[in-house]
């Protein structure tokens, strides 16, 4: 079983719509969470990172971390054709060096 | 603004040949990352720098070395290229231990 676990999709919306993503990990020793957002050809591209349990907000972006249920969450509101791309969370323990990611999750907005 | 710089963005070898990434960063960062990324195995760390003066292997370091050769630069090198190393790698770079890491756009390494 992979630490973390993120399904591939492709997840296909509408523009406008709202795009919800997540992940489910095993280790309680991660204590920090990222979604990075990758376009095909390019790098991993950080878009939210949050420590702690709870909500945290950026623009059309919100990041959810639920760490007594080993779930991490990220909603698009508005989605545009431009965040057509594969989002991949990642997550690390405590002075850690390894980041620990999930397989990623395809997109595609629809206009 | 550069960030993480990775040179060169392609690349295709001959089995058996030699080749060295370079990565460079503009943000001060201490720790820096190799990685490789490939279909239905996501990324994968090869080897990172916590600081300068230091390397560590990570989860796939065989066929690899690297050097730190001051704090914005790491390189990978590949003494002996392998069709299994064939990949699209990627540098990554932190400040400290509690930051997240910030990523190149990836050399792309065909070994034929």
């Known amino acids: 079983q992979k630490e973390v676990e993120q399904d591939p999709g492709p997840l296909s919306v509408p523009e406008g719509a709202i795009v919800s993503l997540n992940c489910t990990y095993s280790?309680?020793?991660?204590?920090?969470f990222m979604w990075y957002r990758q376009y095909s050809r390019k790098g991993p591209e950080l878009l939210m990172y949050?420590?702690?349990?709870g909500n945290k907000e950026d623009g059309r972006f919100t990041a959810q971390v639920d760490k007594s249920s080993k779930y991490i969450s990220l909603f698009i509101r508005d989605s545009q054709p431009s965040d057509s791309a594969t989002y991949l969370c990642?997550?690390?323990?405590?002075?850690?060096?390894?980041?620990?990611f999930g397989g990623g999750t395809r997109v595609l907005v629809k206009p | 603004n550069a960030g993480v710089t990775q040179t060169p963005k392609f690349q295709v070898l001959k089995t058996g040949q030699s080749m060295t990434l370079q990565c460079a960063q503009d943000?001060?960062?201490?720790?820096m990352y190799w990685y490789r990324q490939d279909p239905g195995m996501g990324l994968r760390l090869i080897y990172y720098?916590?600081?300068?003066?230091?390397?560590d292997k990570g989860e796939v370091p065989n066929g690899y070395n690297v050097s730190r050769l001051n704090k914005r630069e790491f390189s990978l090198r590949l003494e002996s290229a392998a069709p299994s190393q064939t990949s699209v790698y990627f540098c990554?770079?932190?400040?400290?231990?509690?930051?997240?890491?910030?990523f190149g756009d990836g050399t792309r390494l065909s070994i034929l």
């Open positions: 990554a770079s932190r400040s400290t231990p509690d930051q997240p890491q910030h």
């Open positions: 280790n309680s020793a991660f204590q920090y």
């Open positions: 949050t420590y702690s349990s």
């Open positions: 990642a997550m690390f323990k405590a002075a850690g060096n390894k980041l620990t």
């Open positions: 943000m001060n960062h201490n720790s």
């Open positions: 720098s916590a600081s300068e003066g230091t390397t």
